[in-house]
């Protein structure tokens, strides 16, 4: 159920007082600081700096500066900081629900999916063209994706599902990219689109999805035997014959054929003739 911790695996990282301390706050807390941090650089005249962190796919390959394949997303320029605090909002929020839902390690390694699957996709990328990204928006959108697939049904602002949230939220994204031609963009966009949905999905998580099933099943072995079921033994007509006229037959044996009731008696007169027609 929406907002109710179900993994046995989440439990605060530490205590504000009595307010709970999570992997998620903990990574709202970072980018934050990061972003006051870079603000103050480019005021002192410092914000090249900053194109340390940025991701690179010639200094990746060119010269192994291979922790850019990491800090690109905690750049936050101080000209987005608007839409920081609306990213910031909305990864406290959903990511702390996924949180509870998948569990902590779960989360750390969903977070770590998201961070390094673009760049590593970028990194290939620069073999053929040099490319480059910076900030968090496709990653924390993929920790929405998340949410999405844990709780489709969920209403969000304006009774929109979250489920719809992400469709048209993705949409408005990707048309805003190919008008642009940000090819590059659009791939990391996509990428964590793909990687936040499959991940919950593996986990057995999410509505049930026909076409979802139906691939699970193709990647699986196929067994070489076919199990038969065990024929099961069918009762003989003289058993049932056996069992319906042998306590008629004690009955006559105690108190006289007189005893009989008129069901008996039919009962007996069928076994009889069943009897004499097999010996014909």
């Known amino acids: 159920m929406f907002g109710v911790t179900t993994s046995d695996d989440y439990r605060p990282v530490a205590w504000m007082g009595r307010f709970p301390v999570d992997v998620t706050t903990i990574l709202v807390g970072i980018h934050v600081v990061l972003a006051i941090v870079a603000c103050l650089l480019v005021a002192a005249g410092g914000g090249g700096l900053l194109d340390l962190m940025m991701f690179d796919s010639a200094r990746v390959l060119g010269s192994g500066q291979v922790w850019r394949l990491a800090t690109y997303a905690f750049i936050h320029s101080p000209t987005q900081l608007l839409w920081f605090a609306i990213e910031m909002y909305m990864l406290f929020v959903f990511g702390r629900e996924v949180e509870k839902f998948i569990g902590q390690r779960a989360y750390i390694v969903l977070y770590a999916v998201l961070l390094f699957t673009p760049s590593l996709l970028l990194t290939v990328w620069g073999f053929n063209q040099r490319t480059g990204l910076a900030g968090s928006l496709a990653l924390h959108f993929g920790i929405f994706v998340a949410f999405a697939t844990i709780y489709p049904s969920a209403e969000l602002l304006l009774r929109i599902t979250a489920k719809w949230t992400a469709v ?107 009897l004499l027609n097999e010996s014909k």
Do not use: C
């Not at 048309?175 to 642009?180: C, D, E, K, S, W």
């Not at 099943?217 to 199990?227: G, H, I, T, Y």
């Open 168 to 274: 048209i939220l993705g949409a408005i994204y990707t048309l805003q990219l190919l008008a642009y031609h940000s090819w590059t963009d659009l791939a990391v966009v996509w990428t964590s689109i793909a990687a936040g949905f499959v991940f919950v999905r593996l986990r057995g998580v999410g509505p049930e999805l026909i076409w979802w099933e139906n691939f699970k099943a193709r990647l699986q072995p196929k067994p070489r035997f076919k199990v038969v079921p065990k024929p099961v033994a069918t009762r003989r007509e003289e058993d049932d014959i056996s069992e319906s006229v042998d306590p008629i037959l004690d009955k006559i044996a105690r108190s006289g054929i007189g005893s009989l009731t008129p069901s008996e008696r039919r009962t007996l007169d069928r076994a009889r003739n069943r």
